[in-house]
């Protein structure tokens, strides 16, 4: 490809509400242009780098045989309302009336599709095992899209579903995309750890994520340093209960603590730490009042709450309710006497403490040296805390170390929740009927693509895994009425081009001009036509080099396909 | 690829709302599936189909250098209320708000968002001649949508676009483009007619469409025998005017023609030839009222006068607007003395006629003997009139034939409406400031579909032309539980795999039902795996073969490498 054809609009300055370095990139080398809030157009340059992306998925998804389709972009909200996510999905859904007023969306995803699909046209376990995947434009309303193609509104997903007979055809469909995520993190250069997670609203277990590092990233892992132990915080064990020497249990009094709202304030006014209070947070879950208790230096981690109590909704009480249901304001609540409650449940931290502070339900008094047992009853224990760095892991109890990063992709077994919501069933080989068994796989596409970029940046621009670079090799002609630069430049293209993704930089343009744009192209050999073309000597550089190497032209051959293949 | 792993539900009965006959066998087939009211999903087969569709388009893109990128399919309103278009558009446009209230639509077409990435982007002579295109889903809110993918809500599209700094460059991009069109409707095996089209809203002049004739077309072209003159029925010029030999003129009456509303009437009830009546049809041309006339047995071309008077909007009086600017109702209107209307235009048809019958502004009366110049006056005569069959066409006099067509693919130049209007300036040679000259270019990527398999049906299904088969190779294992069959079926799958894509049918059904679907699958090439395994003998059968012949395998190779290279 001659550069002078190739629309390749690149700019000096990234425009000011660029944050990420990825994004930064992409528009100031012409990858991409904002159309409007999280929406973007793929301009030539990052359509390639698409493309090679998706080529990439269809090889490993040919490799274990899941063939590819694709649903509409455009979906009735009545399967939707079937499966009761058209109410549940909130304000991220896009929602339209067409022009009969009938009620559609955008989708954001496709489980309720494909699952219907399935409902019409698989009828015997014959037919099973099964999967299919597509690559398709999702579509959701962020609040705050940012980071460019990190969190957009409009972006491209890979989403593949699996269904299966048996528990045991599931397992196997599991691990076989896993290996295939695998593979294709690898050959897109995107470094992942699979880590456990949680399911969100997809109403699964048994949920893995690739979360891929980077200083950008809005999630955050917990790993350990021999690679044994790997999750999403959200998910992470803590088993670092911390013990308290036993002691003997002293009365149980109330005290003042006037304008104490925190703990920081309560800390400060009592002169007691932190892992001598107990916090009291009211939450509700759908219509149950849940008094939840935790040590005061550790934080509730409601997704592990939310799996506990395995509501439809669970949420902090207001402040309105606070006051009607306990009788205090914030940092007045507490666990004794709170018959209030329908059920009582405490972190285990909470366990084995004495002679602790909690709110005495009235605001602006706590009760000093109450006792577990003796002054308050739990109904239930259970990790419902956010792990800290440091503490050991469940595994090998090593330190858990935290790092920031992109949640790239997503496997789950589904299991039964929209086959049986939405009558997707089939004869097993007893003649009995049954409901499919579903599986969901996911990759965010345009997000892999930023996630190569913010692990691969360089000091001006980026050196893109080798699958996925827009070009593999970047030939630069100093200057072009030369005619020595132009032949040997013309010659070496010709040559390359039978192998290679060449861009030839052909354009009227200062070296200095030349260099920066190819410092954005990130292609990963560059292959400079100066001054010494005429005596067959030329300059190579990879993005990640410091400076360019001069190399004789008879070399070259041999040194591209080192690099290239 | 194993049948076994491959979604393809077969349908004995194609549902009944499907009335075209690519529609019945592409969801018979398993190709296709509704999800509501003309939007489709592509199971696997459909989708086989469509990408090699897309790769014939990428690669003769590739070959006049144009290269691909890709537009959000969600698009803010103010792009197109910059245009006009958000207001012209109408209900075939889909729109929605966003989260935030935001008006936006998807994108039916993408002239503005081009347009804008240019007026930003591109700003001298030198960056032109550029061009740049999409392959992508576009979305129509039909009000009828009818025969499967020949007339959906949800479609895919190739659209490009082109920008010059010169007509001469136009008119070179108009040519290469329409070169890559032949060349992508021939290598997808759909014989088209480019024929002279009209620019509908677009706004543009010299436009050709490509036109696929098949039965269920709903364009109606007009050709030649020679092939010399090609045109859209639309914009077909009629140069058969009909000259009456001169008459004496006689005297202008008025007479009674109680209930006479329609030409048919009128002939019968005055015992006159429609060739001597002149009808009269006001038409409003934004506020302009219209007078025309043709000769009563022709009729009125909409598309023609529309170019003719080049106002935003061009209608037929209403019933009550009639009444009150002539004070005639349907079938009384007439020119004589029509001081109310603002302009009178006749069709060339109206010329040399003498001693006709035109309306007397009067419900219910008529002027007989009425002539041209004597009794009323003509402002301006033009070809607004349909041509008919058997005309002669206006290059070599041959006669007109008519073929249904389906609109496939349309090229124009755009020139410089959306540049103007979005302000997509550049700066010449001379330092003078000029907009850029566009062109538009579309294909109908999933209609082509259609017409392929239209031109293409075979007794019990299509024959795909190879290119875009979703297979090239179908083995048809007879027995499963055969083991020289399987042993034999194998051995060819790996061998022939490596250089065609193979559909194995490796399913325990009966021979029936496999080659029911095989006839559905229609690949170019069938080999049957059967009793004669052992022996090496195979039966080879096209689709459009009425029986199957005997082979022997050694013969095989050979065979397929003439049928399939």
């Keep these: 490809m001659r550069q002078s054809n190739f629309f390749m609009p690149t700019l000096k ?96 995803t496709h489980e309720e599709t494909f699952t219907e699909i399935i409902a019409k046209n698989l009828k015997s376990y014959k037919q099973m095992p099964l999967a299919l995947y597509q690559i398709q ?52 250069g995107v470094t992942v750890h699979p880590v456990i997670a949680d399911s969100g609203t997809m109403g699964g277990k048994n949920s893995t994520e690739f979360q891929a590092p980077a200083a950008i990233g809005e999630d955050t892992i917990a790993t350990n340093e021999k690679g044994s132990y790997a999750a999403n915080l959200e998910m992470a064990k803590s088993i670092d209960t911390f013990k308290q020497e036993p002691e003997e249990l002293k009365s149980m009094e109330k005290i003042a603590t006037p304008g104490c709202e925190t703990i920081d304030q309560l ?41 506990l109590l395995d509501a439809n909704e669970v949420r902090e009480a207001t402040a309105d309710e606070l006051v009607s249901v306990t009788g205090s304001q914030k940092g007045g609540v507490g666990p004794v006497d709170a018959d209030w409650a329908d059920k009582i449940i405490a972190d285990e931290t909470v366990k084995g403490l004495y002679n602790v502070v909690v709110g005495a339900n009235e605001t602006g008094y706590q009760f000093q040296n109450a006792n577990l047992e003796r002054d308050f009853k739990v109904d239930e224990f259970a990790d419902i805390r956010t792990a800290n760095e440091g503490e050991p892991d469940p595994v090998d109890h090593l330190p858990l170390q935290f790092t920031t990063s992109i949640e790239v992709g997503h496997i789950f077994k589904l299991g039964t929740y929209y086959t049986e919501t939405m009558g997707a069933d089939f004869l097993d080989q007893n003649g009995k009927t049954q409901p499919v068994i579903m599986g969901s796989y996911g990759i965010g596409v345009t997000r892999m693509l930023s996630a190569a970029v913010e692990q691969n940046l360089t000091e001006h621009g980026v050196a893109w895994p080798k699958e996925i670079a827009p070009f593999s090799l970047h030939l630069i002609q100093m200057k072009m009425n030369d005619e020595d630069q132009t032949k040997l430049a013309e010659k070496l293209e010709a040559e390359f081009s039978e192998k290679y993704d060449v861009l030839y930089d052909d354009r009227k343009e200062r070296a200095g001009v030349k ?44 040194f591209v396909a080192k690099e290239l293949d």
Tied chains: 1, 2.
Excluded: C
């Design 515 to 558: 260099f920066a744009d190819a410092d954005l192209v990130g292609a990963p050999l560059r292959i400079t036509i100066g001054k010494k073309a005429a005596d067959g000597i030329v300059e190579v550089k990879r993005p990640t080099d410091d400076k360019a190497v001069e190399m004789s032209v008879d070399d070259l051959a041999a």
């Design 13 to 108: 300055e990234a425009p000011a509400d660029a944050v990420a370095e990825s994004h930064k990139i992409m528009i100031r080398g012409g990858y991409i242009r904002q159309v409007t809030a999280g929406v973007y157009s793929y301009l030539p340059l990052g359509y390639r780098v698409l493309r090679k992306a998706e080529r990439i998925i269809e090889e490993e998804m040919e490799r274990i045989n899941v063939p590819e389709m694709i649903m509409p972009h455009l979906l009735p909200a009545t399967l939707w309302q079937e499966s009761g996510r058209y109410y549940k999905y909130g304000d991220e859904m896009f929602k339209l009336k067409d022009r009969h007023g009938r009620d559609s969306l955008l989708g954001p």
């Design 267 to 307: 800390t400060e006014f009592l002169n007691v730490p932190a892992t001598r209070i107990v916090k009291s947070i009211l939450y509700m879950a759908d219509d149950q009042k849940i008094l939840v208790l935790i040590r005061a230096d550790k934080q509730i981690n409601e997704v592990k709450l939310g799996h």
């Design 137 to 188: 434009t999702k579509f959701r309303d962020e609040n705050r899209p940012r980071f460019g193609l990190l969190r957009g509104r409009e972006f491209v997903m890979l989403d593949g579903y699996s269904f299966a007979a048996t528990r045991e055809q599931l397992d196997k469909q599991f691990d076989d995309q896993k290996a295939a995520y695998k593979r294709i993190f690898k050959r897109a």
